[in-house]
């Protein structure tokens, strides 16, 4: 019986993508769900073993909703990550496919999958209308709904192909570097291949607010030669100017520097929580049917 694997639905998004890279489908079962936090409370429930959802995009910056359950809603550990480069299509209807690009009257997306491709947008389509949907795989349904209407979809190419529209342009982000980050959560992933990397990923708050404070910490994994790929600070909702941090290092958990470091923090009296150490793989695996060149939020465009 094959293991349910939750995604950042529905079918045809980049985190559909993401989660076939990282679980073979005839190995595992891909459910879709509706949102992140449906994705994590299934696994912190029990009710599927894995889990995949966005994390950070190089351009939109980190899944602000991803780090804020995984601090204050669930308790799921980080098994893998897998990175992927993002490339945004533009898709018609059919019966709209010789019609020029500046006649369209309505473009449809996930809000990141616009805001990464405005450029695009203002200098091509610029007396177009912008509508926001839940996914980018629900912006191409709408338009193969909408034959008569001059409406265009922001996508990656696997919601076309699965919806029938016809692509009008490709790489239409305005940065080259469109990468979002995939995190594994649940069950360990196994290891079907050697990963480009191990990452650990840590929490922690300051016990106080003083000058130096957070450098202290920072200096650890500079004496212990550990290269932090990530910092990011997310409040803690419980009262003004408080935050917790996230870090990432590119370091096994159980390395003795790695060790070393989350002593030397929680010496400090700052908290430290493990969310995962982990193996990180790139595109290019064999569990993918095609490079995620086409997968969204990010991140992101995951969606």
Same mark, same amino acid.
């Given at each position: 019986?094959?293991?349910?694997?939750?995604?950042?639905?529905?079918?045809?998004?980049? +985190?559909?993508?993401?989660?076939?890279? =990282?679980?073979?489908? +005839?190995?595992?079962?891909?459910?879709?769900?509706?949102?992140?936090?449906?994705?994590?409370?299934?696994?912190?429930?029990?009710?599927?073993?894995?889990?995949?959802?966005?994390?950070?995009?190089?351009?939109? %910056?980190?899944?602000?909703?991803?780090?804020?359950?995984?601090?204050?809603?669930? @308790?799921?550990?980080? +098994?893998?990550?897998?990175?992927?480069?993002?490339?945004?299509?533009?898709?018609?209807?059919?019966?709209?496919?010789?019609?020029?690009?500046? $006649?369209?009257?309505?473009?449809?997306?996930?809000?990141?999958?616009?805001?990464?491709?405005? %450029?695009?947008?203002?200098?091509?389509?610029? @007396?177009?209308? *912008?509508?926001?949907?839940?996914? +980018?795989?629900?912006?191409?349904?709408?338009?193969?709904?909408?034959?008569?209407?001059?409406? =265009?979809?922001?996508?990656?190419?696997?919601?076309?192909?699965?919806?029938?529209?016809?692509?009008?342009?490709?790489?239409?982000?305005?940065?080259?570097?469109?990468?979002?980050?995939?995190?594994?959560?649940?069950?360990?992933?196994?290891?079907?291949?050697?990963?480009?990397?191990?990452?650990?990923? =840590?929490?922690?708050?300051?016990?106080?607010?003083?000058?130096?404070? =957070?450098?202290?910490?920072?200096?650890?994994?500079?004496?212990?030669? *550990?290269?932090?790929? $990530?910092?990011?600070?997310?409040?803690?909702?419980?009262?003004?100017?408080?935050?917790?941090?996230?870090?990432?290092?590119?370091?096994?958990?159980?390395?003795?520097?790695?060790?070393?470091?989350?002593?030397?923090?929680?010496?400090?009296?700052?908290?430290?929580?493990?969310?995962?150490?982990?193996?990180?793989?790139?595109?290019?695996?064999?569990?993918?049917?095609?490079?995620?060149?086409?997968?969204?939020?990010?991140?992101?465009?995951?969606?």
């Amino acid at each position: 019986m094959k293991e349910p694997v939750a995604y950042l639905g529905p079918q045809g998004t980049f +985190t559909h993508e993401a989660a076939r890279r =990282l679980f073979s489908e +005839t190995e595992y079962l891909l459910h879709p769900c509706d949102s992140i936090p449906d994705v994590l409370t299934a696994v912190d429930s029990g009710e599927t073993p894995y889990g995949v959802v966005p994390v950070e995009n190089a351009i939109e %910056g980190s899944v602000t909703l991803t780090l804020d359950w995984l601090t204050h809603h669930v @308790d799921v550990p980080i +098994t893998a990550e897998v990175v992927a480069p993002i490339n945004q299509c533009l898709f018609s209807h059919p019966e709209q496919r010789e019609l020029e690009l500046s $006649r369209f009257t309505r473009v449809l997306s996930h809000p990141q999958a616009v805001a990464q491709c405005r %450029g695009y947008l203002r200098q091509h389509i610029p @007396d177009a209308v *912008i509508s926001y949907v839940d996914s +980018t795989a629900d912006a191409a349904r709408r338009v193969s709904e909408q034959g008569r209407d001059r409406w =265009l979809a922001i996508g990656p190419r696997s919601a076309g192909e699965l919806y029938g529209l016809v692509q009008r342009d490709t790489a239409i982000q305005d940065y080259e570097n469109n990468i979002t980050r995939f995190i594994a959560v649940g069950k360990r992933v196994p290891e079907c291949e050697q990963p480009r990397c191990y990452k650990t990923s =840590l929490l922690f708050s300051l016990p106080q607010d003083y000058p130096g404070a =957070l450098f202290d910490v920072l200096a650890s994994f500079a004496r212990h030669n *550990i290269n932090m790929t $990530r910092i990011e600070s997310r409040p803690t909702k419980k009262r003004l100017g408080t935050y917790r941090f996230f870090i990432d290092a590119e370091q096994k958990q159980d390395h003795p520097a790695m060790k070393r470091v989350m002593e030397e923090i929680e010496a400090q009296g700052c908290p430290v929580r493990l969310l995962g150490s982990y193996p990180c793989f790139s595109d290019s695996g064999k569990n993918s049917s095609e490079s995620l060149d086409n997968h969204d939020q990010g991140a992101y465009n995951h969606r």
